[in-house]
């Protein structure tokens, strides 16, 4: 489901626990495509760290994404993707429980975790392959 702005959506239907669609919705326009598989994965993953996670980046409206260099396909323009901050958590932990959760892709970034729901793949540095934490 497409928003052109995430406070039009209204509390009762908003069927999220941890995230709101604040945090969810794009930083160019506010606009926000609801991927409720991927958010249902990203509330699963949270419930797993059992802390708050910061997303620095969810869904991104294309002039967003263009603005900021991402990949014209990202995941992050279909709401598949989210990056989780690592600050203040044990990245291999956070990556084990995006995996439990079910996400496919990772992306290993010196701040952040990005997640999403594409193919399986892993990109970055201090990828789970090489079994290095930190
Ligand atoms: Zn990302």
Known sequence: ???EHYSLISTNAWHYRYFTPRELAS???GSLLVNH???????HMREIMGVPLI?????RDPLHNAK???APLSMHRFGRAFD???RGHDRQ???QAALTAGFTGFGFYATFLHVDT???????????IYGVRG
């Open 27 to 29: 930083k160019g326009d």
């Open 84 to 86: 989780v901050s690592i």
């Open 1 to 3: 489901m497409f928003f």
């Open 37 to 43: 598989d991927a958010i249902a994965r990203l509330e």
């Open 118 to 128: 594409g193919r399986k793949r892993h990109w970055g540095k201090s990828a789970p």
């Open 55 to 59: 997303i620095t980046s969810a869904y």
């Open 93 to 95: 932990q956070l990556y």
């Open 68 to 70: 900021i260099g991402g």
